[in-house]
Nanobody, 129 residues
Framework: EVQLVESGGGLVQPGGSLRLSCAIS????????LAWFRQAPGKEREGVAA???????????YDDSVKGRFTISQDNGRKETVYLHMHSLKPEDTATYYC???????????????????WGQGTQVTVSS
């Protein structure tokens, strides 16, 4: 059974940084699309960033709201782990962050929730002074 586990959330001041991790297990392949989503209270879940693991899948993609501040990457040593590096955090980044996977390329519709087969339980990120 495929499982995803997020970690790394917490409380950070505006302008600070956090690194979220998503560990995938139960899948023997090396190539898939892994995305980070977030959901703030009272708001729709939105796509933040996505990456095709295993190389050859093109550049990562980002929502405009996080471009230049967030970076998604795969751990070179532990291929089953994907990170979301978050810098220059703002109060509006406060949300529960989820990772999700689909066993295909990311494609132009990477930000659509219904394109993903498996989800993690989420990790809370709070940006506040």
């Amino acid at each position: 059974e495929v499982q995803l586990v997020e970690s790394g959330g917490g409380l950070v001041q505006p302008g600070g940084s956090l690194r979220l991790s998503c560990a995938i297990s139960g899948y023997s392949g090396s190539r898939y699309c892994l995305a980070w989503f977030r959901q703030a209270p009272g708001k729709e879940r939105e796509g933040v960033a996505a990456i095709v693991t295993g190389g050859g899948g093109g550049s990562p993609v980002y929502d405009d709201s996080v471009k230049g501040r967030f970076t998604i990457s795969q751990d070179n040593g532990r291929k089953e782990t994907v990170y979301l590096h978050m810098h220059s955090l703002k109060p509006e980044d406060t949300a529960t962050y989820y990772c999700a996977v689909r066993f295909a390329g990311c494609g132009f519709d990477w930000y659509k929730q219904n394109r993903y087969n498996y989800w993690g339980q989420g990790t809370q990120v709070t940006v506040s002074s």
